[in-house]
């Protein structure tokens, strides 16, 4: 069904991911899944017709920020389970139905993890343009390749956080090498400044400079690095202390060696551990500097919430992370694996006006990564992709 040159498409989002807590609608909606209608809600204010279908392990009709949103549970085990621990989605019937009742023009699919469900989607709705979010799917690998391939050939168009993103998908054939790519920022945050003085009374954050860490303790995340560019950096800036947070921690004895080991490190290093969110705002607050070492990342939730808080963020150069501080107008981006390139842009942002990268920051949060720079850039893919069809 085409729309009318006169109006906006009627975009249906739909999620087919299960929940694997089974938690119900109502605790998914708020705060159990991250920001959960908040981008449907900035683009409807943005004049977009716009509903969500959710697969979910009871039925619920709800109303997020403006925005229907129907909770659908399938008949029976939802899964196909085979031997060996395998298993795989049954077609969705009922969440079909309830897309069909709403008579989309445009289906804004969630996810690049469930090629079967999407092409039952497009079976259903062959007249229909589909475009699917990426959200850190990693590049399948293997006989893998076949089955994606096949799911996503109907794809419209795809929208990842970076356009670079798209590249390993397009060089293994999952997505077609002319498929229209959008960048569409994954998510954003309600934070705020706020008083840092302030918050680091209340959180006890030190440090001239203060960094914040937040992220796992593993290897993609590299805390090591970080620890190392923190030492070198304390040979200029004495009064240099890092605050780390994290919830999942297989690196957590190496680090605790590391920071053991060197004095530097021992007197200006704090472990945290994990913080209940939104407790972690006053965190944010109270830092100058976020630091990250990620050799890959599929958006940067820390790095948005810092940036919605006014903290410079200096980071690792790889595509989300590029996209996110726009090329690095607002931070430092650093090559992975390079604790003194990092320990050097430490030092280096340092020594500037912080009240200044403070309002960048924010300036650049409100611009680009905001629910309403969000619903800018859905508006204009969803146009794009409805006009072409």
Known sequence: MAPSEDRSPHVVIVGTHLDQLHRAPDTLIAGGWRDFGRPAAAVRRLGVRVAIVQAAWEDAEREVDGVPCSFVCEQGDPFVRLPGGWKFRRQPHRLLERVAALRPDLIHFEGLLFPQSLRALARAFPHVPILAQDHGTKCPRGLRRRWYRWGFRPLAAVAFTARAQAEP????????????????????????????????????????????????????????????????????????????????????????????ADERLAERVRLIGEVAYPGIELLFRSADFLVQASHAEGSGYGLIEALACGTTPLVTDIPSFRRITGDGACGALVPVDDPAALADAIVDWSRRNRAELRQRARAHFERELSFTAIGRQLQTAYGEVARRR
């Open 169 to 260: 998908f397009t060089r293994a054939g999952v997505l077609r090498e002319d498929i229209p790519i959008y960048e569409v920022i994954e998510g954003s945050s309600p934070f705020t400044p706020g008083d840092q003085a302030a918050a680091r009374a209340a959180t006890g954050l030190s440090g001239d400079p203060s960094l914040f860490w937040v992220g796992n303790l593993d290897a993609n995340k590299d805390p090591l690095t970080v620890l190392d560019a923190v030492a070198r950096a304390s040979r200029t800036l004495p009064d240099l202390r890092l605050h780390m947070c994290f919830r999942h921690a297989p690196l957590h004895a190496a680090v605790q060696t590391t920071i053991a």
